[in-house]
C-alpha cells in the first residue's frame, strides 16, 4: 500500500509540476452535513475520489479522519460552519493541513459513535462522495420509542389484566374496537384546530429536548435495552416504578398497553442526500412528503390506541429496506409510503396508489415509477461495503411469496384510493402494481402514495398549500380507518423493554 503509493508519487513527479498540481490534488465541491437521532451524516463531495483513514478516540470520544490527496481549503473549512448546536452526534469539528498532502478532520464527538466511513461514486447530479455516518454505539428499541410517544407511555399504567385469558383477550379486542370506533369518529368530524405549526418545518431541529425523543440516545447510564430483534417472550406486565421515563406526562388512567396497539408504519420517501423529485418552483418532495407525514401522525395519534412509527422524521437518509425492517421489527399494521414525484412531461398530474406486484407490472408507468423509487438508495448513498449477514437474511425474507400480503395492500389501497380521488384528482381510477423495494415486507399490508406530480406546476402549488396537505391527509386517515375497520388487526405479542 505504502510503496504503491510511492511509487504512484515517483510516476507523477517524473510529469512536468503543473500536471501535478492539476492531476493529483482533488478539490472538494460541497459539504454537507445531515443531523439526525438515529444517526448525524457528513459529507464531503469532490471532483475526485478521496482516500482516507480514521480512528477513534477515547476521553473524550473523537473521529480523527485523513484525508490524502488534499489541500486545506475554503470549501472544506465550511464544515466546521455546518456543524449545528443541537448536533445529537458532533459538538465541534477541527480542520488542519496535517501533511502537505493529509488534511485531518477531527469530530468532537457527544457521545461514543460507531462510524461508517464509505465512499460513492458520481450518481444523478453528485460527483465522488465521501461519506461519514456517526451512529450510537448502542441503538434505541424502536418499540419503547413508539410506547412513549406523544407523552402518552404504553404499558406504564396499564389497568390490572382480568383473570383469565379470554377476559384478557375480549378486553384486548374491545381496546382496539374503541380505538377504531374513536379513530373513525374523529376522521368524521376532524378537530377543529389542526394544529399545522410543527408539521410545516419538517426540517426544523427542536434543540430543547433531544434527548427526550429517543430514549437510549445517551445510553450511558441508562439500563442496558435488550436488542428488539430479540425473541419476542410473553406478553410483559410491565412494572410500572422502573419504567416510567422521566421525560413523560404521568399516564393517563387508560394507556393502553402495547400488545393492544394498532401500530402504523408512515414512510416518508426520500430525505438527506436524496431531494426526491423537484417541482418548478423548487419544492423539494423530501421536505413535503414529511410534512405530510408528520399531519397524518398527528391525526392518527390523536387515538390513545394507535402509535405512529416514522421510518423517518427528519431530514436525513433512510435506505430502503431499512425501512421495511424498521416497521417489522415493532410489528406494524401496516406501512404507507408518502410521495409526490415527477414525470418526464410537466402534463402529467393525479394521484396515484400503488401496492407490490408479484410478477409484471401492471403498466410500464407503474413500472417506470417502481424504477424511479427503487433508485432512491443510489442517490441517498447507501453503505453498500456494509451489507452484514442480517441484510442478506433480510433480503431473502423480503424475495418470499407475498400474495397473501399484496391482497391485503389492495384492499388497504382501495380505501385509500377511494378517499384520495374526493380531494383531487386521480391519475388512474385503480390501485397499481409494480416492484417497489419499500413495500416488500411479506407481512404487513404495504402501500405507496404519490400524493401528487410535483413536476406539474399546478400540482406543485397544491402540495405546498397546508389546507391541501391537511385533505389529504383526512383521505389519507380516513382510508386507512375505513380499511381497519373492514379488516381488524390482529392481536399481536410485542414485548417492549419497558
Ligand atoms: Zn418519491
Redesign the pocket.
Known sequence: MKRRDTLGLLAVLLKAPDTLAAGSQANIVAVRVWPAQEYTRVTLESDKPLAVKHFLVDAPHRLVIDIDGLELSPGLRDLIGKVKADDPFITGVRVGQNTPTVVRIVLDLRQPAAPQIFTLAPVAAYKHRLVFDLYPKVTADPLVALAQDGGKPAGVAAPPSPASPAQRAQAAASAVNDALGELIQKIERPAEKPAPGRANLPSAPVPSAPVSTVPAAPAASAPPSAPAASKPTAVPTPAPAASAPAVSAPPGPAAPRIDQLIIIALDP??GGEDP??VGPSGLR?KDVVLAVAHKLRERLTANANIRVLMTRDADFFVPLHERVRKARRVQADLFVSI???AFITPQARGASVFVLSDGAATSAAARWMADR?NAADMVGGVNVGAATNDANVLRALLDMSTTAQIKDSLKLGGEVLGQIGKVGKLHKPRVEQAGFAVLKAPDIPSILVETAFISNPDEEKKLRDPEYQDQLVDALATGIARYFAKNPPMQRKRSATL
Open positions: 420517501g426520500h426526491g423529485a418532495e410521495h409526490a414525484d423509487e
